[in-house]
């Protein structure tokens, strides 16, 4: 009896025991048998923002960074994580003044893209004109976190220090005029030397950006959703009140700003930007008129004639080819002797008949399809028989 419940026993026990085993597995996994209730997950923290950059920029700081893709213990962020802007004093000692801090402006992470440039963030924080004049040489303190829940926010950035002063009043309007050469920049605003009662303008600074031309255009005062296919960068310094970009390509959109530069303890300040000004340029500007324009008559077979014309090559770097017209009234432009652009500065007639004069002109088109006036039309007289 002993040995048989012995026996039931152990084989009872033996095969119950992959249900004991499940059953631990299980409470190990969900924390059955620990003190209390299950903790839900951990929140995801970022992992903290290590190349914070702060310059003054106009009235305000501009300041650039890189938001973190991975979190403190290294997994990969599902999206961008909202930044966090704060602003902070520095104590009598010149430390930065931990208690000071305050959060100035939160970008959502869904808003991201609306900052990033080149793959960083840019962030302007906005400062009071008067302000920068009561407190010339005032110095800021900033830092950044992220956060990716909202129950835990990530460490602080490296912390970064701007000294700011005031700067020349931004430039009201830049106009922008086409030609085939240059997009001719100019503005109005105090020439450098002059003291304008924040400073004395020792210059300007003109930027330019593309934009991208399949996007809709906006508005110039507003460029917050602009899709740029570039952005603004320094085109060129300039001691005057324009500027002439010759760099530039027909068909494109070009956003224009220009800043005003005053120099404090041997740095130049740049002053906000100007009102932006946008650009299309369009080429509607012909090649120059063919030249020197010369009609040789040569026998044909059959006793028939042709007509061999050539001219000087014209030089633009966009041209498609010319065009040949033949009258056989003077002062009249007739007809267009060939569908197809002509690329080479050469033509022959083989559709002359003896007994008539003709008077042959030549056009140049450019790859926009504009083309010249006429060259100045040269005779060839077939009334006189051949030699």
């Known amino acids: 009896m002993y040995n048989r419940k ?51 920029q106009g009235n305000g700081v501009q300041l650039v960074f890189t ?17 966090e802007i704060f602003r902070g004093n520095l104590t009598p000692e010149g430390k930065p003044d931990n208690k000071s801090f305050r959060l100035v402006y939160t970008i959502p992470g869904a808003l991201s893209t609306d900052y990033a440039v080149q ?9 009071s004109p008067e302000e920068l004049r009561v407190n010339s040489g005032l110095q800021l303190v900033y830092r950044v976190r992220t956060r990716a829940s909202k129950k835990k926010d990530s460490p602080d950035s490296n912390t970064v220090i701007v000294k700011l ?15 085939q050469n240059a997009i001719e920049l100019s503005w109005l ?12 303008v020792s210059g300007y600074r003109v930027y330019r950006g593309e934009l991208d031309a399949s996007a809709p255009s906006p508005d110039a005062a507003d460029l917050s959703r602009a899709k740029w296919k570039n952005p603004l960068t320094l085109l060129a310094p300039t001691q005057t009140n324009s500027y002439n970009d010759s760099l530039f390509e027909f068909g494109k959109t ?40 010369v009609a040789a008559v040569l026998p044909a077979a059959n006793d028939e004639r042709v007509v061999d014309l050539s001219w000087s090559i014209n030089v633009e770097s966009d041209l498609a080819g010319y065009r040949i017209y033949r009258s ?44 010249s006036s006429a060259s100045e039309a040269t005779l060839v007289d077939l009334t006189q028989p051949s030699p």
Not at 260 to 280: K, M, R
């Open 6 to 56: 012995g026996l039931r026993l152990f084989e009872d026990s033996f095969a119950a025991a992959p249900f004991v085993f499940l059953f631990v597995l299980v409470c190990v996994t969900c924390g059955c048998g620990a003190p209390g209730e299950p903790q839900p997950p951990s929140p995801r923290i970022p992992a903290p923002i290590s190349d914070l950059a702060a310059r003054q």
């Open 67 to 83: 938001l973190p893709g991975r979190t403190t213990g290294g997994d990969r962020l599902a999206e961008p994580p909202a930044a």
């Open 119 to 127: 793959g960083k963030m840019q962030f302007t924080d906005p400062i």
């Open 165 to 179: 002063y005031p700067v020349a009043e931004k430039i009201q309007a830049v106009d922008a005029r086409v030609t």
């Open 189 to 200: 605003t105090p020439k450098p030397g002059t003291d304008n009662s924040r400073g004395t």
């Open 254 to 293: 070009y956003v224009y700003v220009v800043r005003s530069t005053t120099t404090v303890d041997g740095s130049s300040i740049e002053s906000d930007d100007s009102t932006p000004t946008i650009a299309t340029p369009r080429d509607t500007f012909p090649p120059a008129i063919p030249q020197h324009v």
């Open 328 to 371: 056989e009234k003077e002062g009249e432009r007739g007809q267009r002797l060939q569908t197809d652009l002509l690329p080479s500065p050469a033509f022959r007639d083989s559709a002359v008949h003896a007994g008539q004069r003709y008077w042959y002109s030549v056009t140049a088109v450019d790859q926009a399809g504009n083309e």
